[in-house]
């Protein structure tokens, strides 16, 4: 059942991070009662890669009076999909140019919010990622700040598509010492969200504050 591999999850993650990684359940795809049972069973982050499925699940839930839940995106955010992205989710993880996080602002001026943002950080080097160079993440940094609506809240990466556990490893370990730069320069970035259903282990050993599973605790997705 949903509920008892959720529960089951979430104690593995706590026994491994001691406490500090939390778990966001990756919902694409998956109909509204099953997000439901989730989150009757403890669940409070949820992250959406595709928009369209984002506010048809976030309004088919409220209809189903759920628990209340902090909603991410956690896919690419196109520029015509950022008006639904800020008024379905509290948390953009995906922003990895200007130009977006430049869009998402106007939105958020617009619609009178405030909105978390994390940087996508291409840690692996990989041309099938989205996610910017790990250089060129400071100076979006700084631009972020001085953006209305946007707070900077932390880095979220992909691990290495790679079995190279060395590999998957060192992607984790690059983007959290860019994290600790980024702290020591004064910026907010509290948040790593690194890890999914294969690696989520080693992006805790890592320094993971949030990983991102589905498969896990929904079994595979539906045709």
């Given at each position: 059942m949903i509920r008892d591999r959720y529960r089951a999850l979430e104690e593995s993650v706590r026994m491994a991070s001691g406490g500090r990684t939390r778990v966001l359940l990756a919902v694409k795809h998956q109909p509204p009662q099953a997000v439901l049972e989730a989150l009757m069973a403890g669940a409070t982050l949820l992250g959406h890669n595709i928009i369209q499925q984002l506010s048809s699940s976030e309004e088919a839930l409220a209809e189903l009076a759920a628990p209340p839940h902090d909603t991410h995106v956690i896919g690419h955010v196109q520029s015509n999909k950022a008006?639904?992205?800020?008024?379905?989710?509290?948390?953009?993880?995906?922003?990895?140019?200007l130009k977006t996080a430049r869009r998402l602002s106007t939105v958020c001026r617009d619609l009178s919010l405030e909105?978390?943002?994390?940087?996508?950080?291409?840690?692996?080097?990989?041309?099938?990622?989205?996610?910017?160079?790990?250089?060129?993440?400071?100076?979006?940094?700084?631009?972020?700040?001085?953006?209305p609506g946007l707070t900077f809240t932390g880095l979220m990466t992909i691990g290495a598509n790679t079995d190279d556990i060395a590999a998957v490893r060192a992607s984790f370990a690059t983007t959290h010492k860019l994290s600790d730069q980024?702290?020591?320069?004064?910026h907010g970035c509290r948040e790593l969200s690194m890890g999914m259903s294969n690696d989520w282990r080693i992006a805790v050993d890592e320094g993971s504050t949030m990983i991102r599973v589905g498969r896990q605790v929904f079994g595979e997705r539906p045709a």
């Open positions: 008006r639904a992205a800020v008024t379905y989710a509290g948390t953009i993880q995906t922003v990895d140019s909105r978390g943002i994390m940087i996508q950080v291409n840690s692996s080097g990989a041309q099938s990622q989205f996610g910017l160079d790990p250089a060129d993440v400071p100076a979006l940094a700084d631009q972020i700040r001085a953006l980024l702290r020591a320069e004064g």
